[in-house]
């Protein structure tokens, strides 16, 4: 299907302006979201087990698919390629670490460096939105991605909404009591960006490959252990069972089905809509990777705007600064400066200033260069409730959050289709 409307212009075509002296305040077209509604929908998803690239996505999928039916809404599934994991790669990776940790303490400096800085190599590359070699290698399964347009199909302007609809394993690394061992100094009052998780995965190699090239038997030895370490990790997620995903990442599914019924019932003038549930967001973004190669060169960067949702239904919705896992990237201000005069013409009180060192889908369609907003949520400590633990579950979401969110993104939707101004490169 060519999902080519308009061509480049030299020109970036961003977001709203911002002049506009008159404000935008909407209302669902048929009142709030009815948050019974959301609840049984969200209880639906969380019941089917489903790891990324599986069985269980597909399902989901197909579930997806038939509750936008039932809405009056026509989607599709797109079948892609994807490795399903995130700790087979970075395994490989903190594993040679460990080898050449030891190559480099037994005198074989040479190897030692060899095999660190391939490891460390391996890891930096599987990061999104990194080009990911390793995994050309590992075995493949099929990933689904649910696709559904609406809106004016000959409009010039997109709004792409998404979400996505895998869950993760748990994993030792995850356990809900660390935040709140780590909240007790008091860290998270001061810190707008998460700490970097990966660093003791990429940085066992990396000290592995130190102790190599110097000769330090004291740093050969760190990065063996740490390595060691992450690689259990990895090792444990791996074996564990896949979570119920309610908050991560079914909230923004069933925000993806409140939005369909009210794009619907008032379709939003000259602008196309697509509303995507991507797979595989667990196994490092495989789905939206996927859905670029098939669908960016058909989706102009300037007139092109993506609002990700992910993980809404913490206490304290919050719209990203930036985020990425070793270099930050950062969202355009234009599109941040539109979420944020939003949030506050709906009266959406937002956590500001968060930024992650972790990734969102939003993230490749950041380094895509796309106008893009990641819609997210936390807690007090600044972190995802029930992240990745088998208690993220519809019983412990905050639908409050989650109707902010919805609410949020339809208002950025509708004012993208009444305000959108170019700008020079």
Request: glycine share 10%; with cysteine; hydrophobic share 40%.
């Amino acid at each position: 299907m060519d999902m080519r409307h308009g061509g480049g212009s030299g020109k970036r075509i961003c977001c709203p302006s911002m002049s506009d002296a008159t404000p935008l305040r909407l209302s669902a077209p048929h009142g709030e979201a009815d948050q019974d509604w959301l609840h049984e929908k969200l209880v639906e998803l969380e019941s089917i087990a489903r790891p990324s690239a599986s069985a269980g996505e597909r399902q989901a999928a197909e579930w997806l698919v038939s509750e936008l039916a039932a809405l009056g809404a026509e989607a599709r599934i797109e079948t892609e390629s994807a490795h399903g994991t995130y700790w087979w790669p970075i395994g490989i990776g903190t594993t040679l670490g460990v080898v050449g940790g030891i190559a480099a303490r037994r005198g074989r400096r040479l190897a030692g460096a060899l095999l660190g800085a391939a490891g460390a190599g391996v890891i930096a590359t599987d990061f999104p939105p990194r080009p990911r070699y390793m995994r050309k290698i590992l075995p493949k399964r099929e990933t689904f991605n649910v696709v559904c347009e609406l809106g004016d199909p000959q409009a010039t302007r997109t709004v792409v909404l998404s979400s996505h609809h895998d869950a993760a394993n748990q994993g030792l690394v995850f356990h809900p009591g660390i935040p709140k061992l780590v909240s007790k100094t008091g860290a998270f009052q001061h810190l707008d960006t998460s700490p970097m998780l990966m660093a003791p995965v990429i940085g066992g190699p990396i000290l592995s490959a130190l102790g190599g090239l110097t000769g330090s038997r004291h740093l050969a030895a760190a990065g063996a252990i740490v390595s060691a370490g992450s690689t259990a990790a990895m090792a444990d997620i791996g074996l564990r069972k896949v979570v119920p995903g309610a908050n991560d990442n079914g909230t923004a599914v069933i925000a993806l089905l409140e939005l369909a019924r009210r794009f619907l019932a008032d379709p939003p003038e000259n602008l196309r809509l697509i509303l995507v549930s991507f797979g595989a967001e667990e196994s490092f973004s495989e789905g939206i990777k996927a859905f670029g190669k098939r669908h960016f060169p058909d989706l102009p960067v300037d007139s092109t705007f993506f609002i990700n949702m992910d993980t809404i239904g913490s206490p304290h919705l919050n719209v990203l600064r930036g985020e990425g896992f070793l270099k930050m990237f950062e969202y355009p201000q234009e599109a941040l400066i539109l979420a944020d005069r939003t949030a506050r013409e709906e009266g959406i009180e937002l956590m500001p200033n968060l930024r992650i060192r972790n990734g969102t889908d939003g993230l490749e369609a950041l380094a895509a260069g796309y106008p893009v907003v990641s819609i997210c949520s936390c807690t007090e400590h600044k972190q995802p409730a029930n992240y990745h633990w088998p208690n993220d579950v519809a019983a412990n979401v905050n639908f409050d959050t989650v109707e902010s969110g919805i609410r949020l993104a339809e208002a950025m939707t509708r004012r993208l289709s009444r305000d959108w101004v170019s700008l020079p490169d």
